[in-house]
Nanobody, 122 residues
């Protein structure tokens, strides 16, 4: 059974930083592309970042502020979030893609975590 468990969310002031983690089990982690998405209240879920063997991808809204990385030995993907803004407030989800679809598309991903709340106060 595949499980993705996010952690590291919380409340932070604007300009602050958080690091999200997502630990995967039940899959061959190194063979999966990994992504982060987020969903703000009343909005559709949107792509944030992805990491695959050929590189990393970011939404324009987070480029230069967020960094995705992975540790295959720990089956973990990270999202370092710096210079946080109130508009970054959302539930953040990690996802795993074993079929190497377009990294920004939700339907590329086979498995999803339950999400972790990030709240940025102004």
């Amino acid at each position: 059974q595949v499980q993705l468990v996010e952690s590291g969310g919380g409340l932070v002031q604007a300009g602050g930083s958080l690091r999200l983690s997502c630990v995967a089990s039940g899959l061959t982690f190194s063979r999966n592309d990994m992504g982060w998405f987020r969903q703000a209240p009343g909005k559709e879920r949107e792509f944030v970042a992805a990491i695959r063997w050929i590189g990393t991808y970011y939404a324009d809204s987070v480029k230069g502020r967020f960094a995705i990385s992975r540790d295959n030995a720990k089956n973990t993907v990270y999202l370092q979030m710096n210079s946080l803004k109130p508009e970054d407030t959302a539930v953040y989800y990690c996802a795993a893609d074993s079929h190497y679809g377009p990294p920004s598309r939700e339907d590329s991903y086979d498995y999803w975590g339950q999400g972790t709340q990030v709240t940025v106060s102004s």
